[in-house]
Nanobody, 127 residues
Framework: QVQLVESGGGSVQAGGSLRISCAVS????????LGWMRQAPGKDREGVAA???????SYVDSVKNRFTISKDNAKDILYLQMNSLKPEDSAMYYC?????????????????????WGQGTQVTVSS
């Protein structure tokens, strides 16, 4: 069983930065995609960013050039560095892993029912 625990959420002013983390344990997949999803009240859950086992990142258009996904393989930690935050970025952020093959955020979204998920961390951006 893969376990994922998010942390680092909080409140920040618009234009500010925040880095959230996801500690991953028990990952035995040789090929996988790790990523972040978010959901705001009254809105559908959307994919934000992902990185596969080959190190290839992918992003939803709305966060490109503002967010950076990365992973520390030695520490088994997934990060999402969020810069130039906007109020519309406010949401509960969840990390997830999908095993089987390299992929993109689209892959993670399309097959999210097969993914393992964390419990989420709240990000609030004020204007």
């Amino acid at each position: 069983q893969v376990q994922l625990v998010e942390s680092g959420g909080g409140s920040v002013q618009a234009g500010g930065s925040l880095r959230i983390s996801c500690a991953v344990s028990g990952n035995t997949y040789t090929k996988y995609v790790l990523g972040w999803m978010r959901q705001a009240p009254g809105k559908d859950r959307e994919g934000v960013a992902a990185i596969d086992s080959d190190g290839t990142p992918s992003y939803v258009d709305s966060v490109k050039n503002r967010f950076t996904i990365s992973k520390d393989n030695a520490k088994d930690i997934l990060y999402l560095q969020m810069n130039s935050l906007k109020p519309e970025d406010s949401a509960m952020y969840y990390c997830a892993i999908l095993g089987g093959a390299p992929g993109t955020i689209k892959t993670l979204v399309d097959f999210d029912e097969y993914a393992n998920w964390g419990q989420g961390t709240q990000v609030t951006v004020s204007s």
